[in-house]
């Protein structure tokens, strides 16, 4: 599955962003956002079904991010919102074919991953 992601940049604390991953290929079960800090490990976020029906998120972004599918667009997108910087990392969309799927081991094809920069 061939993967892209867009909507990265510079935001202010408090701010928000949203990104979209774009998916081409065969089908998945599963689609999950990682982020990962300047050397630091991939660290999960959020997660959500191919219908769409079930979702996951990370504790650090419950209640904050919300993550979406969108069939006819053959994407999904997440939206981030009270930005902290803490949330700074460059993101990564994947698919899996398992669900629930918290972990990159679960996750079998990776965008390239978008910057997202939260400055205090």
């Known amino acids: 599955v061939h993967l892209a992601e867009s909507g990265g940049g510079l935001v202010q604390a408090g701010e928000s962003l949203r990104l979209s991953c774009t998916a081409r290929?065969?089908?998945?079960?599963?689609m999950g956002w990682f982020r990962q800090a300047p050397g630091g490990e991939r660290e999960f976020v959020a997660a959500?079904?191919?219908?769409?029906?079930?979702?996951f998120y990370a504790e650090s972004v419950e209640g904050r991010f919300t993550v979406s599918r969108d069939h006819a667009e053959n994407t999904m997108s997440l939206q981030m919102s009270s930005l902290k910087p803490e949330d700074t990392g460059v993101y990564y969309c994947?698919?899996?074919?398992?669900?629930?799927?918290?972990?990159?081991?679960?996750?079998?094809?990776w965008g390239q991953g978008t910057q997202v920069t939260v400055s205090s």
């Open positions: 959500i079904t191919d219908s769409g029906t079930n979702r």
């Open positions: 290929g065969r089908a998945f079960a599963a």
């Open positions: 994947a698919v899996g074919s398992l669900w629930p799927a918290l972990r990159p081991s679960e996750y079998h094809d």
